[in-house]
């Protein structure tokens, strides 16, 4: 979580803790199940938690980010980093990730993937930049399990929710 001030950690503990102690409350699990109603269609910033292949397709557990750049960067990072000693983020892009619950969303068996940079050859001085490669949903799947070279959790993804499920999924890349 992004540094919150002094005040409103504590002011959010207390209202965590009475929402999950009041009577007749229902407290969310870690991983909150989200579709958006048929016929939407949406597009989300996540870090991907794990993906679960299925011959339909399969389930993505995602953690929702908020992605800013250019002029609302430079605005969110003064809000959230005001004694950083810099006008700005240094790559100019700024995320926050305030709440790491993750959601669950259905993947379309044909979604599409682009990826920017992965690991190809399992040798790191082989690590390349290519914009918006296209991989199969399968291949993905398995170079998220992959992790010696190249942790492809760390980088946020944009996807397109379309009646309910993912139908694209496109890394972001970060330098």
Do not use: C
């Not at 009475?18 to 989300?44: D, K, M």
């Not at 920017?116 to 930049?129: C, E, K």
């Not at 942790?151 to 929710?161: G, N, R």
């Amino acid at each position: 979580m992004r540094k919150i001030g002094s005040v409103l950690l504590p002011l959010l503990l207390i209202i965590g803790i009475s929402s999950v102690t009041a009577p007749g409350s229902e407290a969310a699990g870690p991983e909150t199940p989200h579709s958006p109603p048929a016929g939407e269609s949406r597009q989300l910033t996540v870090y991907i938690d794990r993906l679960h292949l299925q011959a339909n397709g399969g389930d993505i557990y995602v953690d929702p980010i908020r992605w800013y750049t250019g002029k609302e960067a430079d605005d969110v990072f003064a809000k959230y980093e005001p004694d950083a000693g810099i006008d700005g983020p240094p790559d100019g892009y700024y995320i926050v990730n305030e709440d790491e619950r993750l959601e669950h969303y259905p993947v379309a068996k044909d979604a599409e993937v682009r990826m920017q940079i992965y690991d190809h050859t399992g040798n790191i001085a082989d690590l390349d930049i290519v914009w918006n490669e296209k991989v199969s949903l399968q291949q993905f799947g398995e170079l998220l399990r992959h992790k010696e070279v190249l942790d492809l959790t760390l980088f946020p993804y944009h996807l397109t929710v379309e009646n309910g499920r993912i139908t694209k999924i496109v890394q972001q890349y970060v330098p």
